[in-house]
């Protein structure tokens, strides 16, 4: 008779999730051996035993993914479940999600949750800097960068940024920063090639990526934007990571604040 992981350490403390901890866990509830997983998995008994022990070092994508399978064949893994054993298991996403993929993942629901931060800004963004979705307000604040998509693109080549930045050449250099500061979080540069390879058209773009560092956050949340009468706005932004249980970390949600001190550049 196998024998059973306590919850609670000897101290009385509850024991932190591990890799093995999760798969004796699904395992159990679906009523399969250690030796029938390893059986339909490729790999042998003792294997399994080692990593539900935590005896083994993490192991790779391959047998991972064999497992996974096979338990979600027994019965269906829930998306955490996945996303909890390849975390565990020191792994990222396989592929690369699109704008739609991400569109998808976040559901039809948020164009109407964005709509009640109105008359504030609200946007999700990808960490390429591609807007997502949006509501009225940030469009009207950054007038023909919805319909381009990624924000170092419009500030590159529409010509309606410097007009709507008032310090376009500061925002320009912090997003080329944040660019740089993603690519280091994630260790992937395969996820931000195409974008490398079309800003790289771009003369200033070339000169300022070499010329900069990577940012993790702004040295002060203020953004000034200029209406279409000139008028300029005071923005209090601040980004946040969205959770997603598809594609972890690759989301981010905007929020604009207007706040007194208009007209005030």
């Known amino acids: 008779m196998e024998e059973f992981d306590t919850e609670v350490a000897g101290d009385g403390l509850p024991n932190a999730p591990t890799f093995g901890s999760v798969l004796r866990r699904l395992r159990d509830a679906r009523g399969v051996s250690r030796e029938r997983l390893a059986f339909n998995s490729g790999v042998s008994a003792s294997y399994v035993n080692h990593l539900e022990k935590g005896e083994r070092e993490r192991p790779t994508r391959e047998v991972v993914t064999a497992l996974m399978r096979y338990l979600d064949r027994l019965t269906a893994l829930a998306p955490e479940e996945f996303r909890q054993l390849s975390d565990l298991a020191g792994l990222g996403p396989v592929e690369q999600p699109s704008t739609d993929d991400l569109r998808a993942d976040l559901g039809r629901g948020i164009p109407q949750a964005l709509a009640l931060y109105e008359p504030h800004l609200a946007a999700y963004v990808d960490t390429r800097l591609n ?95 200029r209406d279409g009468d000139g008028t300029t706005v005071r923005i209090v932004g601040q980004l946040f990571t969205v959770n997603s249980t598809a594609y972890p970390g690759r989301m981010q949600i905007f929020i604009g604040l207007r706040s007194p001190g208009e007209g005030q550049a």
């Open 131 to 225: 807007i997502l979705m949006w509501n009225d307000s940030f469009a009207a604040g950054f007038p023909g960068l919805t319909e381009g998509g990624n924000l170092l693109r419009w500030m590159l080549d529409d010509p309606r940024a410097r007009h709507a930045l008032v310090e376009w050449e500061r925002e320009l250099r912090i997003s080329i920063q944040w660019l740089h500061g993603y690519i280091a979080q994630y260790g992937d540069t395969g996820w931000f090639d195409d974008l490398l390879q079309e800003l790289g058209r771009f003369p200033l773009f070339l000169e300022l990526w070499s010329d900069t560092t990577a940012r993790y956050e702004r040295a002060r949340p203020v953004i000034w934007l």
